[in-house]
């Protein structure tokens, strides 16, 4: 995972007090965010919609549990 590394990287670069490597790593990380945002937010979008449909799944299924336990 390409963040995670510069995430490593950056905390590393403020530990050392290298503040040249610190500046050059959140270079990085805003042009990789600014290349990968679209994508990130497109599959977060998927994310929600999946969610959701799981949410509604989950409901259906306790209705019909409940209708089914009561039916007699």
């Known amino acids: 995972d390409e963040f995670g590394k510069l995430g490593v990287d950056l905390e590393n670069a403020e ?3 290298n503040q ?3 500046d050059d790593i959140a270079a ?3 042009e990789s965010y600014r290349r990968c945002g679209s994508r990130h937010m ?3 979008k998927i994310f929600l919609v999946l969610h959701e449909e799981l949410l509604s799944t989950k409901q259906r ?3 019909f549990a409940d209708w089914y336990r009561d039916r007699d």
Request: charged fraction near 55%; avoid cysteine; glycine fraction near 6%.
């Open 20 to 22: 040249d490597r610190y």
């Open 42 to 44: 497109r599959l977060k």
């Open 28 to 30: 990085q990380i805003r």
């Open 15 to 17: 530990r050392s007090g």
């Open 61 to 63: 299924i306790k209705d």
